[in-house]
């Protein structure tokens, strides 16, 4: 499955219980991105995941679930990632929900389709920040180091930078850039346009755009572009 998202420069997030109706799915799912990321912090139920998955079902484009409610994960999905939240204290959220999880559905766990992601929750305002009680006054030193865990010591395929909401700060993204040698660098959080989109883009592997969908729908198309069209900065 590293396989799959490895090509993933763009990716449009949608959240179930945010309203987007048919015209505007149908330009973000024609726009040139490479995959729907489907997921939310609050509010994601099992009727407005499937209801989403079924109206995505009508375009070819690849459709994973970032799951954060047992309640709502749905089959049919191409690819379901699993956060594991870094810079928490609260174990429930790195390994406890997990644990619940494989009690729960057993030998019915499509193991080949799951994906683990190291998240690094950096915005304190945002709902992930106040649901895990994620640690989010890290200096950068302090972010790239839970980067390194996740993808030296843990080996996971996804470091994914969370500010959710607002625009990071681009030094501790370099940072955590300069670090992250094997995993696969997502970011998400804040972009509004190109300008922001390409910065971000010549960081890190993957782009994820979510809000701007559900304001400005125009500015989160011109998105897609701005991404495919930066070339990714060499590290040594």
């Not at 810079?87 to 019915?108: E, F, M, V």
Request: proline share 4%; glycine share 8%.
């Amino acid at each position: 499955m590293r396989q799959l998202i490895e090509p993933w420069r763009h990716v449009f997030k949608l959240d179930p219980d945010r309203e987007l109706g048919d015209l505007e799915l149908e330009a973000i799912c024609l726009s040139g991105t490479d995959a729907i990321l489907v997921g939310g912090s609050t509010g994601v139920t099992y009727e407005n995941t499937i209801d989403l998955l079924n109206r995505l079902r009508r375009y070819e484009l690849p459709c994973a679930l970032e799951i954060s409610d047992l309640e709502a994960v749905v089959p049919g999905f191409d690819l379901y990632m699993i956060p594991m939240v870094l810079n928490t204290p609260d174990t429930a959220w790195i390994i406890g929900q997990h644990r619940k999880a494989i009690q729960r559905y057993g030998s019915l766990i499509p193991w080949e389709l799951l994906l683990a992601e190291g998240y690094i929750v950096l915005n304190g305002d945002s709902s992930v920040a106040r649901l895990t009680g994620a640690d989010h006054s890290l200096s950068a030193e302090g972010a790239a180091a839970y980067a390194q865990i996740a993808d030296k010591l843990m080996q996971l395929p996804v470091v994914y930078l969370e500010y959710s909401g607002m625009f990071g700060d681009m030094k501790t993204v370099r940072l955590v850039r300069e670090m992250v040698e094997n995993s696969q660098l997502f970011y998400g959080g804040g972009i509004t346009g190109e300008a922001q989109a390409k910065q971000v883009a010549a960081l890190c592997d993957t782009v994820v755009v979510g809000n701007i969908i559900y304001q400005d729908i125009q500015q989160a198309l011109l998105t897609v572009q701005a991404v495919k069209k930066t070339p990714q900065m060499l590290w040594e």
